[in-house]
């Protein structure tokens, strides 16, 4: 399989506030790679609605290692295999643009690419602006914070002014955060990693991120941060692709090809590969 990657600057689209804030109430540079599919799905490309018959263009954020990351210039990760398994049974090539995360849904509305895939949560805010297509990928949301430097063992230390949780600006996880600690300042960044960084430094006192990015942050920078220990996680969900709205040929295809993904351990084959040893179990209604 020929894979392509090149880089180009991206310039959001404006959107009112109005529709920024709808957005910012829910989740979770450029540069696009293309690889050539052999085998054939069961409808012909251009009966599913893409943009261009024979390309399924995918926005992505590849920021989230191992799930989805540039390894040099090559998109690699979970979210990277099961596109190219997808592109492979629908017999079309795959071209992925990179772009930031807030960019994902306005490029989708204004038909930048076909779907978007860096599991979304489906909320209601982001079902009245695209559509979804079943989980595939679970995620547990946990909060992070140094080691030794915890205001307590239970959620309510950190519901307290003065207290800031920081996140992914316009994820799920920003909005759990203002769900789960309404007393305390929620301060969202761009940027993953940034973070992170503003809790392993001391400047914000937590982070509500999902349990394997907060994974691949300790290996990388050992004793910084540390899940706290709670009986259970903030929440427990499965990210979704995003597709232009209406276009329900294609979330029938997404559909089907996840559920075969499912049922013939494909999505575990790959989740144990690049997430972690164990998947939690997926949704039934295949």
């Known amino acids: 399989m020929n894979t392509r990657f090149s880089r180009k600057a991206l310039r959001l ?28 799905g069961e409808a012909p490309a251009d009966d599913i609605g893409l ?5 399924l263009v995918v926005g992505m954020n590849l920021q989230y290692k191992p799930q989805m990351f540039l390894e040099g210039d090559t998109p690699s ?3 990277v295999d ?12 795959l071209d992925i643009q990179n772009l930031d995360f807030n960019g994902l849904i306005p490029g989708l509305q204004s038909r930048q690419f076909d779907m978007v895939s860096v599991g979304l949560g489906a909320t209601d805010e982001r079902k009245e602006v695209i559509d979804f297509s079943r989980g595939y990928v679970p995620y547990a949301t946990i909060l992070g914070v140094q080691p030794g430097e915890e205001l307590g063992s239970t959620l309510e230390d950190y519901n307290q002014e003065g207290v800031v949780i920081t996140a992914l600006q316009g994820s799920t996880g920003e909005q759990l955060v203002r769900d789960t600690f309404p007393n305390a300042t929620v301060a969202g960044f761009p940027d993953q ?5 503003e809790v392993a430094t001391g400047r914000a006192d937590a982070v509500v991120v999902e349990d394997y990015i907060l994974a691949e942050f300790d290996r990388s920078n050992p004793d910084q941060l540390t899940a706290l220990d709670l009986d259970e996680p903030l929440s427990l969900y499965y990210g ?16 089907a090809f996840l559920c075969q993904a499912q049922e013939d351990g494909t999505l575990e084959e790959l989740y144990t590969k690049w997430m972690a040893p164990t998947m939690p179990e997926m949704p039934g209604g295949c």
């Open 240 to 255: 979704a692709w995003g597709v232009q709205k209406d276009n329900g040929a294609l979330v029938d295809q997404l559909d």
């Open 77 to 79: 990760g979970y979210d």
């Open 193 to 197: 990693n940034a973070a992170l960084l």
């Open 13 to 40: 689209p404006v959107i009112t506030a109005l529709a920024a804030a709808a957005l910012v109430l829910s989740a979770c540079g450029g540069g696009n790679a293309g690889a050539d599919a052999d085998s054939g």
């Open 51 to 55: 943009m261009t018959p024979g390309t």
């Open 82 to 93: 099961l596109l190219n398994a997808l592109a492979d049974e629908l017999g079309v090539e």
